[in-house]
């Protein structure tokens, strides 16, 4: 019984590591040349995610989409210059010429919409007020339907709260400029820039 204990809390902390070790980094999908890991090197291009800070190699199950195929996540096809959101882990390594590079391993994926102008909102009704520190939302629907995601400008989620009121305080945040999307259970509603 002690054995089996001992199994489940190694297995738990395994599972925490690793979901702790995630990040979400938000980019577009590119051909980018394979890292040389053979002498000669191999002639070829692979998928990878462009962002604002950094170019990965997407890997899948540790291997990398090679461009001669199609970039297939859950039955969905992702195409090149397709915005998308990808939640996964990232492992910096070297090639053979000692060339570093970033492989990101996709957990999840989907498509990413920047509109700024939607269904219900645009960049008026989203806005930054400097004197409370908050984010205030003039939203014509209930806000229990309401989730907010703020990103920095590297792409990656820095801010999730659901069930949003009219303001979301952001004072614990770095001045800068942040992405903001207005999601209406789990659809973008709005999207766009806001500056604290």
């Known amino acids: 019984m002690k054995r089996l204990s001992s199994f489940f809390i190694s297995v738990f902390i395994l599972l925490s590591i690793n979901l ?65 959101e990808i939640t996964g882990i990232t492992t910096s390594k070297q090639d053979i010429n000692s060339k570093e590079y970033i492989e990101l391993e996709i957990d999840a994926i989907k498509k990413w919409t920047t509109n700024i102008k939607s269904l219900f909102f645009d960049s008026e009704k989203i806005y930054y007020n400097p004197l409370t520190q908050e984010i205030t939302i003039e939203k014509p629907i209930q806000p229990q339907f309401l989730t907010l995601e703020l990103y920095d400008m590297l792409g990656k989620m820095i801010l999730r709260k659901t069930d949003v009121g009219n303001t979301v305080s952001i004072a614990n945040l770095h001045q800068g400029v942040y992405v903001y999307r207005l999601l209406e259970d789990n659809r973008v509603i709005g999207a766009g820039k806001v500056v604290r």
């Open 20 to 84: 702790y070790g995630q990040d979400i980094y938000i980019g577009k999908i590119i051909y980018m040349p394979n890292p040389c890991q053979t002498e000669p090197c191999l002639p070829g291009m692979v998928f990878g995610l462009e962002t604002t800070s950094n170019n990965y190699v997407l890997t899948i199950n540790s291997n990398w989409i090679w461009s001669n195929n199609k970039l297939i996540v859950y039955d969905i096809e992702y195409l090149i210059d397709d915005e998308v």
